[in-house]
């Protein structure tokens, strides 16, 4: 029992060392709201839209250690679970890009493996394209591992909002992925050349890097909390995470320049609709249907 109650004092420790960096990053990130500094793109010699990404990464493996830790979970599934899973998201990430914008590579299919007329190299991912091959990948590995890989479900279900979070800094640094003009006195300064066709003229944007940021990290502190002490049955965060990220989406999108697709919502909002809908009725219908694929007798709480 006092292990246990160590792992839980760990985990707390974490999530507020994190909350820490994160708010300690908005603090930095509002020093060139006003415009009076350029907003840098690059780190030495690194650009920090990478530099983020790796940070994200590293910070929610960690919290998926100490989780896997504090429940007991063996933790060389996560790794070996990534390496299916990290490759199978790249892909995802992609082909979800190039599907959303697939008129432009109708016309240009060499630059959807990144062939293009100034060169070599690469630029859109999609989330939602990672989600897809992220459970693709998780189907994958249940074949192999069983009721296990749902362990693994369930911590990066718990976890991965916490990289999302810190991604989203990316987009700041690159200018892009803002949201529409505003006054807000946290209205954030975006550089003439990385403004909207047809808004030229308007320095001010709302910043939904922050918006999805800190909604994201909230919902990550929310579902470990629910992996620690509420969960049920396996599989549970992965549909918990499938609820309330596309529910945080759905929200900032009122904030980002995107063109409505239906009824004056975004497409990624319609998208996020389908897939709030389609995880309640399968979380529904889970405790009475699918005990033999997600339930055991395992302890589920520590």
């Given at each position: 029992m006092d292990f246990i109650i160590e792992f839980m004092k760990k985990v707390r420790f974490y999530y507020g060392f994190v909350w820490g960096i994160y708010i300690t990053l908005c603090?930095?990130?509002?020093?060139?709201?006003?415009?009076?500094?350029?907003?840098?793109?690059?780190?030495?010699?690194?650009?920090?839209?990478?530099?983020?990404?790796?940070?994200?990464?590293?910070?929610?493996?960690?919290?998926?250690?100490?989780?896997?830790?504090?429940?007991?979970?063996?933790?060389?599934?996560?790794?070996r679970f990534a390496l299916l899973a990290i490759p199978m998201g790249l892909v995802g990430a992609r082909l979800g890009f190039v599907l959303q914008n697939a008129q432009y590579y109708l016309d240009r299919p060499l630059e959807v493996i990144g062939i293009n007329p100034d060169g070599i190299g690469m630029a859109g991912l999609s989330i939602h394209g990672v989600i897809v091959a992220g459970i693709m990948a998780l189907v994958v590995f249940y074949g192999w591992e069983g009721l296990k890989a749902l362990d693994v479900g369930d911590l990066g279900g718990a976890v991965l909002?916490?990289?999302?979070?810190?991604?989203?800094?990316?987009?700041?640094?690159?200018?892009?992925?803002?949201?529409?003009?505003?006054?807000v006195p946290w209205k954030m300064y975006v550089d003439v050349s990385?403004?909207?066709?047809?808004?030229?003229?308007?320095?001010?944007?709302?910043?939904?890097?922050?918006?999805?940021?800190l909604l994201a990290l909230a919902a990550a502190s929310f579902l470990a909390y629910r992996f620690l002490y509420k969960r049920r049955f396996r599989g549970q965060m992965v549909l918990e995470y499938l609820i309330a990220y596309n529910a945080v989406r759905f929200v900032v999108e009122?904030?980002?320049?995107?063109?409505?697709?239906?009824?004056?919502?975004?497409?990624?909002?319609?998208v996020s609709i389908g897939a709030i809908a389609l995880s309640i009725v399968v979380y529904a219908l889970i405790p009475r249907f699918g005990r033999r694929l997600f339930f055991d007798e395992v302890r589920q709480t520590p």
């Open positions: 603090l930095v990130a509002f020093q060139f709201f006003s415009g009076e500094k350029p907003i840098p793109n690059t780190l030495w010699k690194f650009h920090l839209y990478g530099v983020f990404i790796v940070v994200a990464s590293v910070l929610a493996y960690t919290a998926a250690v100490l989780l896997a830790q504090a429940k007991g979970i063996d933790e060389t599934l996560i790794d909002m916490i990289g999302q979070a810190f991604g989203r800094f990316g987009n700041f640094f690159n200018q892009e992925l803002y949201g529409y003009p505003t006054n990385h403004r909207a066709a047809g808004y030229i003229d308007v320095a001010y944007y709302h910043p939904t890097f922050m918006y999805e940021g009122f904030y980002r320049m995107e063109p409505p697709s239906f009824l004056g919502l975004h497409a990624a909002q319609l």
